[in-house]
């Protein structure tokens, strides 16, 4: 079982950076490969980025390749999303996960979810 708590989100203008974090228990965390997703109103859940369990490989939808950058640290059971360059088309619920399989995370699909952190953009 693996529990996963975001934080970071907030209020930000246009042209702005947050760093959004993902603190999960467990001791299996460095075998997961975690992910980060939004949900804007109205709209379904949308894949933001993925990192593999040994932090080798990163994937990025289209929308923010350039600008937000996924890492993680397997010692504090943490993975980060560091934004940048912030857009109004940003703003959403972030939530991150985490799966066995990473490609199940490009496909929208994970085992574990968390309860997800508001991120504002005002232009």
């Known amino acids: 079982q693996v529990q996963l708590v975001e934080s970071g989100g907030g209020l930000v203008q246009a042209g702005g950076s947050l760093r959004l974090s993902c603190a999960a228990s467990?001791?299996?965390?460095?075998?997961?490969?975690m992910g980060w997703f939004r949900q804007a109103p109205g709209k379904e859940r949308e894949f933001v980025a993925r990192?593999?369990?040994?932090?080798?490989?990163?994937y990025y939808a289209d929308s923010v390749k350039g600008r937000f950058t996924i890492s993680r640290d397997n010692a504090k059971n943490t993975v980060y999303l560091q934004m940048n360059s912030l857009k109004p088309e940003d703003a959403a619920v972030y939530y991150c996960?985490?799966?066995?399989?990473?490609?199940?995370?490009?496909?929208?699909?994970?085992?574990?979810w968390g309860q997800g952190t508001q991120v504002t953009v005002s232009s």
């Open positions: 467990g001791r299996t965390f460095s075998s997961y490969a």
């Open positions: 990192i593999s369990s040994n932090r080798v490989t990163t």
């Open positions: 996960a985490a799966d066995p399989i990473g490609m199940r995370l490009s496909n929208g699909r994970a085992d574990y």
